[in-house]
C-alpha cells in the first residue's frame, strides 16, 4: 500500500469542493461571512457563524472564568487552519 492510499485526508474530495467553490464565486463574486456574538456574562460570549454555535471567555487572570477558549485562541487556531 502506497502511502497515499494510507492518508486520512481524501484529496480528491478536497478538490471536488475547491472546485465546487470557484465555480460558484465566478457566478456570484462575492462572498459573505457573518459572525454574530453577544455578551452572556462577564467575559464569556456566546456566537453563531453560519449554523455552528461558538463560545469564548477569558481565563481567569484577565478577569473571565475560563469556560472556553479565548477570542485570540481562536485567531490562532483559525491560522493554524
Given amino acids: 500500500m502506497a502511502a497515499d492510499d494510507e492518508s ?3 484529496l480528491e474530495k478536497m478538490r471536488r ?3 465546487e467553490s470557484r465555480e460558484h464565486t465566478k457566478q456570484k ?3 459573505i461571512q457573518r459572525a454574530v456574538a453577544r455578551i452572556d456574562e462577564n467575559l464569556h460570549m ?3 457563524i453560519g449554523r455552528f454555535r461558538i463560545e469564548s471567555d ?3 487572570e484577565r478577569g473571565g472564568d475560563d469556560l472556553a477558549p479565548a477570542p485570540l485562541q ?3 487556531a483559525g491560522a493554524a487552519f
Fill in 8 to 10: 486520512r485526508v481524501d
Fill in 17 to 19: 469542493a475547491y472546485d
Fill in 29 to 31: 463574486p462575492v462572498l
Fill in 46 to 48: 456566546t456566537g453563531r
Fill in 58 to 60: 477569558e481565563p481567569a
Fill in 74 to 76: 481562536y485567531v490562532v
